[in-house]
C-alpha cells in the first residue's frame, strides 16, 4: 500500500513529481520522498509525514534534475517510519535509487546477505541490493545488460511490485511483478515519459494516461528520450481487487477499469441482495424491515451507495457527516474522550437517522473494530441499523501489500458464521457481497482474490507464512484510521 | 465567520471546549483558543493553526478550570491572526475572557478610547473592553448588574454577536445580538451547561441541545450552576441566511432548522427551474440540452444535489473528487504550477463526465473565481457545463461577520445580468436560486437577507459603510479557499 | 539561584526586562519570563530555555506595559521546568505577577492549603497565594496595606527570598528577607526605577545602581513614580557567601563588595598558605614539589588565579581551554564518548602543562565529580596535580536557594580528612581556603557560612531537614554543570 | 576559516567526527555536515546551525561507514548557508565527497564549464567537479590515478586549500595546497588515521597528532590502512599568520608551534613597544601616562596580555567581562537597544577600570568598528584607554580564506597615519605589533604575510582583484561576531 511515480522529461521534473504524489496520497501518508539524477549526483529529499510537510518550496527547488522517482509510504505494523521511508539510494558500483510498492515475500532470503548495506529494516532496499547485484559484472552498462538483470530479479522475487528505478545517467526503469498484481501505468506529455501507480497522477502532473504495464513487463526510458518496452517474465494476471474495492481513488483507471464505475456496478450488485420478502420485510434477515434510508459510510463507499439505492429504489441520504479537519490522529486523552473520539470524527444526521431503518454500506469489514464503532454511533438514533459490505467476506491475510491483519483477527475468519459477525459488530442486519458479484462489478478476468478465498498466485511455503504472520504486531493501523 | 463555545462543568472542562472546537473547525481554521477560570486565575492558551495544531496533550493539561469558553477563527482580510486569536482577557478591574462570532460595525466609536488597553486590531477585544467598562463602578458584582451591563452594552453595539464570557469566578455568561444574526445556543450534559455556536459541538461533547438562545438575551450560569435567563433588548430575528447555505455543518440545527433538509430543500427548489422545454431543451437557457447527469461540487453542495436530482429525475453521480489531503495551503511555485492547483485539487471521474450535458451544484457563487476554475475543469471533458447555485445571487457586502468582498467583487453585481455573468465564469448555462425559493427551504420567518437585497438588518450609515470597504483587501480568501 | 528582575518605567520596559535577564542568565538557564501590567491587563510569556531562546522580536513587542518583572531559573533537582517557570500570576482577588529568588524552607506548610489554586511543584507560587490572601479583606488596597501584608508574609516565611510583584494597576512592589540573604538592588534611570539581582542587570539596561535593599526592607513603587521604602522585619545580616566565591558575576557589586576584587583577595588568602618548606618543598603536602605554574580552572575563578598569583610569584597561564561553544548539554551517546566528553570541554595547553607542577585553583569543590575529571584531564601531561579551594570545604547542605546535595553526597563531608578528599580526587595536593580567609576576603560582618560550619541563620527542624534532603534526587545538576 | 576532519577506522566513525567538529566549532559556526562511506552508498547529514544544532542522537546513528569526513563552515559574505554548506557530494562517474578550508582564487575559470553539475555558489563545490574531471578516463582507479589527479588539480588551482576526500570504497584522502597556506595534520588512534585542521580535533577524539602534512603532500588511505604519502608540487610555505594570531585554539599546536606560546611571545613583543620616556609618561604617545593596568580583550588576546604584562610589569587584570551566554545573535531591536548592546556583550570591572590609565589588549585590528565600541565602554570609567594590538596594521585584503573586509574598509588602509587609525576607535594611544615582531614570535620562516605587506603568494591578476572585492558586500560579519 504505497505510491510511486518516475518522470523523464526536458526539464527539472521534481515539481511534477510532488503534484503527482499529492494526487497519490490516499496510498500512504506516513512518509515522502524524491530522488532527483542531475547529471553527476543523485539528490535525495524524504521525510516522515504527508506530501504537504515533507516538501516545501525551498527542499523542492534543491531538487534539480531532469530525470526523478517518488514515493509515498503507507507504513505498516512494525516499520520504523523515518528509516523505512523512500527511495532509498545506493552509490556503489552504480548509482541507482528506487521506489518500490508491492512486498517481497521471500526477501528474508537475502536479508543476511545484504545485511551490511541497508540501513532500513525495509524489504524496498534488499531488493534494490538485489538488483543491483544481477546488474554488476562490467562496470559499463546497456540496455541489454539491464533487462537481463530485471529478469533474473523477476525470477527471484516472489511477490508483487511495481517498481520505477533510476539509472546512473542512463535513464528511468519501470517494471511491474509478473502477475500484475501492484498497478503501475505510463503516461506522456509532449516528449516527457510518465509512470505512475495511478491514473490521477497523470491527471495532476498533466500527462496523458498511454497504457497499464503488463505483468512480467519492463520500461526502460533512456536519456535522450528512447522508449525500450520489452516482456520479460509474464504470468497469468492477478490484479488485486482491493484497489478497485477501496483503496484506488475514484477518479482512477485501473488495468482499463474505472474504480467508479466498479464501486457502482459493486453498489448494484450488493443491491440485488437486497429483497423484500413475503412478509414484506427484508429477505433472511430475521424479520428486520426493509429499509427507509441508504447512508453511505464517507467516503469510499458513496458511488456504491448511489449504485445500491439505484438498484434498489431505497431513498440515498447522506446521514453520516465526517469531520474534514481531523488528520489521522489527534489527541482523545482521557478514556472518555477515547470512547468518544468516534463521535467527533463521524457525526450523524439526526433528521436523517432518527427513527429509521438505516442501510449503511462500507466498503470492506477488515476486523470489525471500526464498523462496530459507526454502527453504534448510527444506532443511537435508528431505529435500525443494516450493514452491508462492497466487499466479501476477508478471511485470509495477504502477503502482496495489503496490511490486512493477521487471520485469528479477521472478523470474517473467527466468527463462525454470517449472524456471529452481525452480533459482533451490533448490527440489526448485514449483507456481503458475494465473490462472484465482485467478479462481475470488477469485470475482470485475472484477479487476485486470495484475501477472500486464499488462493494465493505465487506459493506461500507454511514456514514463511508463520514468520510474516509473527511479523505483523497487534496493533493495526488500518482499522483504526480507515475512517479518520 | 468564527465558532464559539463556553462550558461550565462540575471538573475541568478544557478537553470537552476543545473536542467541541474541533467540531467547529469549519467555522474558522485560522486560530485557536481556551481560556479557563482557575479558581484565582485565568490560563490561556491561544495559537495560530488549526485546533489540532494549537493544542496538545501538554498544554491542554495545563489549562485547569471547571470553566471554560473556546474560539476558532476566521481571519477576514487584513488581520493578524496572531495578534487577533481568541479568547482576549482583561484583569482590571474584573478578569473576565470574552469569544465573540460576529462583528461589531460600530466598534471604531470605541476604538480611541479603548486603544491604550487593546493589544489587537479585533473589534472582539474592543467589545471586551466595552463591556467591562459597563460593568465597572464598585468592585463587587452581581447578577442584576451583569445583566445591565449586558443590555447597556446591547443598546450601543451595532453589528451582530454570539458571545461567551468568563466573568471573574462569578460565573459564565452568554448572550445573543438583538436580531439573533449569528447562531448561539445551550446544551447540557447532566449537571453542566454549554453554550456553542452550533448543535454539532454539542454532539461532539456528549451534551444534549436544550435550545437557541433568542435576540437579545442574555444567560448567565454561576459557579454554584444557578442559572438565570433574562431578555434584554430583543428584537426581529434576522438570522443569516447563510448559515444554512454554506457556512454550518449539515449535521447541525440552527434555530429549529436542520442545516441538511434545508440543503436538501435548496436543491429541490433549484430543481424547479431546471425544465424542459417544448423543443426538449433546457427551458431559457439558449437551446442548451437538458443534463445527462447532476454533479454536486464536494463536499457542501451535496445535500442540494441530491434533492435537485430527486425533483428533476436526472440521476446524480460523483463526477468531481476532492483531494482530501491537500490543506489551505499547498505550495504551487510556478505560474504553471498555480494554474494546474484546481486539477490537483478537484479532479473529474472521466467516465461519469466525458462527453455528457453537465449541471453542476454549488452552494453559491461570490467573486466567481472559483466556480470559473471549476467549469473549466469539467468543461475539459463534458459536452456542457450547466451551473446552479443554491444561493440566489450576491449582490451586496455583508458587514454583520460573513467576509464577502466588496461590491466591485461581487460578480452577480459588477455583470449587468445573468448572461454576463455565465460568460464570466465561462458556463454553457447558468441558473440561480431564487430569494422565493431560498425563503421557502428555509422556512423561517425572520431572515437576513441583506447580501441579496440590501435590506440591511441595522442602519448602516454611508461613511461607514465606505469605511468598511475600504478597509477590505483586494485579496480575499473566501473565494480561494473554498475549495481547497 | 535565579535571578529577578523588576522595572517601572516612563515607556514599555520589556525590552530593558529583557537586556537584563540576558546580563542575569548565570544565575540560570533553565527557564526565562517577563509579566508586564499593560493598563487593564498581565500580558505574560515564560517558556524553558535561555532568555535568547525563550524571546523573540515577535513575542516581546506583544509584551506591553510600562511595570514589568522578568526572571531567570535555575531548576533544582526534581523541578519541572515548565510548570515551574516563573513569573507566576494570579488574577482574583487582586492582579499580581511575581518573581521570587531564593527559598522558602516551610512552603509545604500552605502547600495544602493552596494545593486548588497553584498549577506548579513550585515555593514561589505558594508564596505568591500566601502574600495574596495577606492582602485580602477589602479590594481597594492601599500602600499601608501592602506593607502590611509583606510584614505579615516576613513573619510567616522561613527562608531566603528576593521578590519582586506587580500589583494591580497600583504600581512595583520589591522586598528582601529579613536577614539579607540573597541579593537584591535597587536602580534608576531618570524618572525609572528598576530593582535586580545583581548590579550588572544595571549595567546592561542602562541604569545606574542606587543601593542594596536592606534585611526586611520593602520599597513599594507607586505607579505615580512615588517611591516608598519602609524596613518591616529587620534581622542581623547573614549574606550568602557563595554569591562572591562562585555565583554572582564579577563586574558586579553585591551589598557594596566587588565581586571581582573579592576573588581577587580569595586569591590572595589562598596564596599565603602555599608555603616552600625548609626542605624547598610545598609546606603540609607530603614532600609535593612547589608549583611551576599556576592555571585557573575557566572561568569563575581566573580572578582568584590572578590573585594567587601575585600573592605567591609564581607564573599564571592559561593553561585550561573551555569550548565556548558546547552548550550545558551535548550529545555523548557512547559510554566511551562519555568519559571523553571533559576533553571535549576541557582541553589543556600543552606546551603549559606537559612534564610541569601544576598549581590548579578552582572557585569550590561540591561533590568533587568535576574537580576529578578536570585532575585527571591535567595528570595526562603534568608533573603534579596541585588543587586548591577558594572555597573552604562544604560540608553540610543549603536550605536557601544554593543546590547543594545532600550531606552523603559532599566530598568534604563524607572523606574523613584532607588527605581523604585529596585522594578521592586523585591530587598530588590540596589545599583548601580557611573560613577566616574567606571572612577576611570578603570582608563584610553578616554572612551565612551555613554550608561550611553548619551554623543556618534561621531554624532547620530536624524533620524539616530530613524532608528536605529526601526531596533532592541523587542526581545533581550543579556539579555537572559548572564547567559546561 | 573552515575546519576539515577525514577519519579511516575499524568501526563507524561519525561520532568521532562529530567530538573532532565540536573542537573545530571556532573555525565556523554557519553550517556543519557530515559524510560518510557505507560500502555502497554515502551517507550524508549537513545544515545550518553549530555542530550541536545540526547533529542529534538519532541523525548521528544513520550516518554509519569506517570513512567519513566533517565540515564546520563560516559563510563569507553574499554566501548561502544552507546551499554552501559541505561536504559535497558527487556520485557520477565516481562517488566522492570533499570537504575543503580555504580559498580557490581562479575557480570561476571553471564555473561556467561545472554550472549545470553544482548546486551551490561554493568554489568548494566546483573544485570537487574539478577533482572528479581530473580523475576521469577509464572506471577503475588506482593510488597512482589518484596522486596524478591530485598533481593535475594543484597544477591548476591558484589558492589555498586543505582537503579531506572520500573516494568510492577506495579510501580516504587529504592533501594540502603547495604553500602550506591552510592548516592540516595528521593523527593516529592505534590502526585509526585522521587528518583535521587542527591538533585540538585529535585531543578530543583520543587520536595523537602524527605529523603537519607538507606543502603540496598527498596522504592516501586505502580501506585496508594502507598509507601511500607523496610530495606532488612542493613550493615555499607561506602558512598563514593569522592562524596564529586570532583564528586557531589556543590549544593548538600548528606546523610545529604551539599557537598559546606564540600568542604570550606575541605580547611580550608588543610590551617591548610601551616604554616610558624620559618624562615618564608612554614614549610616542602625546604624554598619555604610563598604563596602571593591562587589561585583555576577551578570549583571544588573555595569553599575549599575559605576555605583555610579564613584559612590562604593568599588573593584568580581568577588566572586561564577556556575557558566556550572548550567541552571535540576540535580537535588539531599538536603536536605542543596538546602541547597548555592546554593554549587554562585554561589561567592565568596575573597581579595576574606574579612574585608570588602562592598556587595553587585543589580538588584531580590522574594521576598527569593534574595537571602537570596546573602547567606547571601558572610556565610560577609565581616565585614560590605550589599544594595544598584537597584530599589525592590516592593509590588504585576503584571497586565502580569511574574509578580511575590501581596502576601503580596513581602517588601517583609510586612514593615514596611526593618529588617524587613534582617533577613529576614539583611544588615547595606540600601539601596533610591527611586522617584525610578529615574525619573531611565530618563529617560522615561510609565513604569508600578505594582508600586512602586500605581498601575495600566488599571482593576483588586478581583474580577479577588483571581480572578488566586488562580490564582497559592505556587510561583513567578522568584526560584528569577533566579540559576540
Not at 468516534?342 to 462500507?362: I, R
Request: net charge neutral; aromatic share 6%; proline share 4%.
Amino acid at each position: 500500500m504505497c505510491g510511486i511515480i518516475g518522470i523523464m522529461g526536458k526539464a527539472d521534473v521534481a515539481f511534477d513529481v510532488y503534484r503527482g504524489l499529492l494526487a497519490l496520497q490516499h496510498r500512504g501518508q506516513d512518509s515522502a520522498g524524491i530522488a532527483c539524477f542531475d547529471k553527476v549526483r543523485i539528490n535525495l529529499k524524504k521525510g516522515v509525514g504527508l506530501v504537504s510537510e515533507v516538501f516545501t518550496d525551498s527542499n523542492l527547488s534543491l531538487l534539480k534534475g531532469k530525470t526523478a522517482i517518488g514515493h509515498v509510504r503507507y507504513a505498516t505494523a512494525g516499520s520504523t517510519p523515518k528509516l523505512d521511508s523512500q527511495p532509498f539510494v545506493v552509490d556503489i558500483p552504480h548509482a541507482m535509487a528506487i521506489a518500490h510498492n508491492g512486498n517481497a515475500i521471500n526477501y528474508q532470503d537475502w536479508d543476511e546477505h545484504f545485511k551490511d548495506r541497508t540501513e532500513s529494516c525495509c524489504d524496498s532496499e534488499v531488493l534494490l541490493h538485489l538488483f543491483s547485484e544481477k546488474l554488476n559484472g562490467d562496470r559499463q552498462l546497456t540496455v541489454d545488460k539491464i533487462f537481463d538483470a530485471v529478469k533474473a530479479f523477476m525470477a527471484e522475487v516472489n511477490g508483487s511490485y511495481g517498481i520505477v528505478c533510476l539509472v546512473e545517467n542512463l535513464g528511468l526503469l519501470a517494471f511491474r511483478d509478473p502477475h500484475a498484481n501492484r498497478p503501475l501505468a505510463m503516461g506522456r506529455r509532449g516528449a516527457d515519459v510518465a509512470f505512475a501507480s495511478e491514473s490521477v497522477a497523470f491527471d495532476a502532473m498533466g500527462f496523458d494516461m498511454v497504457r497499464d504495464l503488463k505483468g512480467g513487463e519492463a520500461i526502460f526510458v533512456e536519456s535522450d528520450g528512447t522508449i525500450h518496452e520489452k516482456s520479460l517474465l509474464p504470468k497469468p494476471a492477478k490484479h488485486c481487487m482491493f484497489e478497485w474495492v477501496y483503496f484506488a481513488r475514484p477518479d482512477s483507471t485501473l488495468d482499463g477499469k474505472s474504480v467508479y464505475e466498479v464501486r457502482i456496478a459493486l453498489g448494484k450488485e450488493l443491491g440485488k441482495a437486497i429483497q423484500k420478502d413475503s412478509a414484506g420485510k427484508m429477505q433472511g434477515q430475521n424479520g428486520l424491515s426493509m429499509p427507509d434510508v441508504v447512508i453511505p459510510v464517507p467516503d469510499t463507499s458513496r458511488p456504491a451507495a448511489l449504485g445500491l439505492a439505484e438498484q434498489t429504489g431505497i431513498s440515498l441520504q447522506e446521514g453520516l457527516i465526517k469531520n474534514r479537519y481531523i488528520g489521522r490522529t489527534f489527541i482523545m486523552p482521557t478514556q472518555e474522550g477515547r470512547e468518544r473520539a468516534m463521535n467527533v470524527k463521524l457525526n450523524t444526521v439526526t433528521s436523517v437517522v432518527k427513527g429509521k431503518d438505516v442501510l449503511l454500506v462500507d466498503d470492506s469489514i477488515v476486523r470489525g473494530t471500526t464498523a462496530k464503532k459507526i454502527v453504534g454511533v448510527v444506532k443511537k438514533e435508528a431505529k435500525s441499523v443494516h450493514l452491508a459490505s462492497t466487499c466479501p467476506p476477508i478471511q485470509y491475510p495477504c502477503f502482496y501489500g495489503i496490511d490486512f491483519p493477521i487471520q485469528s483477527e479477521l472478523v470474517a475468519y473467527t466468527e463462525k458464521n454470517l449472524d456471529g459477525i452481525r452480533k459482533k459488530l451490533g448490527a440489526d442486519g448485514l449483507t456481503y457481497q458475494s465473490l462472484d458479484g465482485l467478479k462481475r462489478a470488477i469485470g475482470l478476468p485475472g484477479l487476485c482474490t486470495a484475501c477472500l478465498d486464499g488462493h494465493y498466485p505465487t506459493p506461500i511455503p507454511d514456514a514463511m507464512r508463520k514468520k510474516l504472520e509473527l511479523s505483523r504486531s497487534a496493533e493495526r493501523k488500518k482499522v483504526e484510521t480507515h475512517y479518520a
